[in-house]
């Protein structure tokens, strides 16, 4: 069982930056493919980015290379690094991992997930 903890969130203005955070603890980390969903208010969770176990990498469109996805296995620890940051960015970023690597962008394939954590960009 994995447990995923989330941290730095916050409050930015819009063109800055934030560094996002998923510590896993109780698992394998390097067996697992890791994802940063986000949730705004009033709307559906959606995709942002993965990585893969080998360190492939994917976005959602709306990304539009303002955000990088990596990870660190040695500290057990999966980073979304967030630039231009937008009103429209403001959610709650949750982290998720998973073993199977089919179906990268699927909320519902994602087996493990942390408590989310608030960015928040003003305009």
């Known amino acids: 069982q994995v447990q995923l903890v989330e941290s730095g969130g916050g409050l930015v203005q819009a063109g800055g930056s934030l560094r996002l955070s998923c510590a896993a603890t109780?698992?394998?980390?390097?067996?697992?493919?890791m994802a940063w969903f986000r949730q705004a208010p009033g709307k559906e969770r959606e995709f942002v980015s993965a990585?893969?176990?080998?360190?492939?990498?994917v976005y959602g469109d709306f990304v539009k290379g303002r955000f990088a996805i990596s990870r660190d296995n040695a500290k057990n620890t999966v980073y979304l690094q967030m630039n231009s940051l937008k009103p429209e960015d403001t959610a709650v970023y949750y982290c998720?991992?998973?073993?199977?690597?089919?179906?990268?962008?699927?909320?519902?394939?994602?087996?493990?997930w942390g408590q989310g954590t608030q960015v928040t960009v003003s305009s």
């Open positions: 998720a991992a998973k073993t199977r690597t089919r179906g990268m962008t699927s909320e519902s394939l994602y087996d493990y």
């Open positions: 990585i893969t176990r080998i360190g492939s990498t």
């Open positions: 109780g698992g394998t980390f390097d067996s697992y493919n």
